[in-house]
């Protein structure tokens, strides 16, 4: 007789299961595996049915790299190289460099920040300038000025602060001072030039780590394309092990007492690990990226350089008028040349529509059987910020990943920032009220100098050697594609009274740029008005 429903609720749900059925979900962390091993334990949920536990008991390193040769070369299965995380530590490499590496979308990792640290004592990045001795001496010498206008003016700036704000009784006079140090890293930085050596941390999958090798193989800076080498190096070579000395003072002590048993731990805890030794190893130079920059910054040169470049606000939220193929020739002249995108999105907007179309043909003309189209073609987002801020300020916006972001190359043509602390008061000049304000003018102003002398001389790269000088106010345009979410978090967050006046000053400028063509929207935004003074001691 069938049960009924009282009775059957009464039950235990397992008690009507149908044969095979389970209702007994198992997580667990996995820690040990070789990363490509890990990957293929992974893949194999979708031509398997044995579990994670049994395809990582059966796996060798070996049959990983021929599971990986197979589908992820022969066949094209690319998603495969998501499953295998690297872990990676790149130290003293240039900032020029530093900003090259990380412009990845999928990118996570921190990087030495310039706030909490003296990048005095980090050194600098000397490009090779072949017989050309005297630009040689040139760069030496206006780094050496730069990085000692930084000191002068990282004491001064701390100097004014502490006649300026008082230290709380509260408060320890080592917070104090470390507080006070902080801030004064914000403005000193402007003086930082791009030579200068910073080391951070990646941990990325496998497929965008082959991507960013490809790019930076490609890249014109000499620094830039022999990190590639060393990154594909690291992951393919032996990777250093943490716990390596303690395996091997482990495996000495096993051997006085059992040569057998210490044999066969040897092989468990000093083994040679290799990171990703087949996903990244046939990384090469990007020759889509290569051509394709080579024709754009040709056709951007055929239709813009007879312009003057247009005056731009420090955020221009350019409202959609244009068509997504407009767009997208915009988007893609915009990134080979240094002119706004409004001013660009009016010059393409009144071509024939087949000239538009030719130009977005030149950005996938060279695109091969892998290659991802050009990051230009990421259009389509409801809001855009055109933005020219300085380079130290840009590179705590870079770290937004949720937006397309179309970065045109570093160049001195749009001037250089002079740091006001805003936090202060409108009225009030730091480097004034520090006395250094001169000297900061000269450093900044000698080094764009020294960069153009140097970028018309007969070294081997010379115009990619002369970026190196070029300090981190100097300014940079970039373009921020975006959703709503995203322009809300960045308002919100990079407004608040703790960060770094530069992007604070962006920030703000994003959210009454959205305030005047959404009104509605903007209220839903809680930023930290820019206008209003803030306690220079919260942190």
């Not at 017989?131 to 760069?139: C, Q, R």
Request: include cysteine; charge should be neutral.
């Amino acid at each position: 007789m069938p049960y009924s429903v009282r009775e059957s609720m009464s039950m235990s749900s397992e008690s009507f299961l149908p044969p095979g059925a389970r209702n007994q979900t198992e997580v667990f962390a996995v820690h040990g595996a070789d990363p490509e091993v890990l990957a293929y334990a992974m893949a194999k949920y979708s031509r398997s049915a044995l579990s994670m536990r049994e395809s990582l008991a059966e796996i060798s390193a070996q049959r990983a790299e021929q599971f990986l040769s197979t589908f992820y070369f022969q066949y094209g299965h690319r998603s495969i190289a998501d499953l295998a995380h690297v872990a990676l530590a790149v130290e003293r490499l240039s900032l020029l460099a530093a900003i090259v590496l990380v412009d990845e979308q999928r990118w996570d990792g921190q990087e030495r920040s310039t706030r909490y640290q003296n990048f005095v004592k980090s050194g600098w990045y000397l490009p090779d300038f072949g017989a050309d001795g005297g630009s040689a001496t040139l760069y030496a010498e206006t780094i050496a000025s730069l990085f000692a206008a930084y000191q002068q003016t990282t004491g001064a700036v701390q100097e004014a602060l502490r006649r300026r704000v008082a230290r709380p009784s509260e408060m320890k006079p080592e917070a104090y001072e470390r507080t006070l140090r902080a801030r004064a890293f914000d403005v000193a930085r402007y003086l930082l030039p791009l030579a200068t050596n910073t080391s951070l941390g990646q941990i990325m999958n496998a497929r965008t780590l082959e991507t960013q090798v490809s790019r930076l193989l490609a890249h014109p800076a000499a620094e830039v394309r022999d990190l590639g080498v060393k990154l594909r190096e690291a992951v393919t070579g032996p990777a250093w092990n943490l716990n390596a000395k303690a395996g091997a003072a482990l495996v000495e002590k096993l051997a006085t007492t059992d040569p057998a048993l210490a044999a066969e731990a040897a092989g468990l805890l000093t083994r040679e690990v290799r990171t990703a030794p087949t996903l990244v190893k046939y990384a090469q130079p990007s020759d889509y990226e290569m051509k394709t920059r080579a024709e754009l910054e040709a056709a951007a040169g055929e239709v813009l350089s007879a312009l003057p470049i247009a005056e731009a606000p420090l955020v221009d939220l350019v409202e959609r008028t244009e068509s997504l193929e407009v767009e997208l020739a915009a988007t893609l002249l915009y990134s080979a040349s240094h002119y706004p995108y409004r001013q660009i999105r009016d010059v393409v907007g009144g071509m024939p529509a087949a000239r538009v179309g030719e130009i977005v043909a030149l950005g996938v003309r060279h695109r091969g059987a892998h290659d991802e189209a050009l990051r230009a073609f990421h259009a389509g987002a409801a809001l855009r910020f055109d933005i020219l801020m300085d380079m130290g300020g840009f590179r705590d916006m870079h770290r937004h990943r949720r937006c397309a972001q179309i970065i045109q190359g570093f160049s001195a043509r749009h001037g250089y920032e002079t740091p006001e602390h805003g936090d202060l008061g409108a009225e009030v000049r730091i480097l004034t009220e520090a006395g250094v304000l001169a000297g900061y003018q000269t450093a900044i102003e000698g080094a764009h100098a020294a960069s153009a002398q140097i970028a018309a001389g007969p070294a081997p790269e010379a115009a990619q050697s002369a970026l190196y000088l070029l300090p981190l106010a100097t300014r940079i345009r970039c373009l921020f594609k975006m959703d709503f979410a995203e322009a809300q978090y960045i308002s919100e967050l990079r407004s608040g009274p703790a960060g770094h006046f530069s992007y604070r000053r962006v920030a703000w400028e994003m959210y009454k740029a959205i305030e005047r063509q959404h009104p509605a929207l903007a209220r839903h935004i809680r930023v930290t008005d820019f206008t209003q003074p803030i306690d220079l001691l919260h942190r």
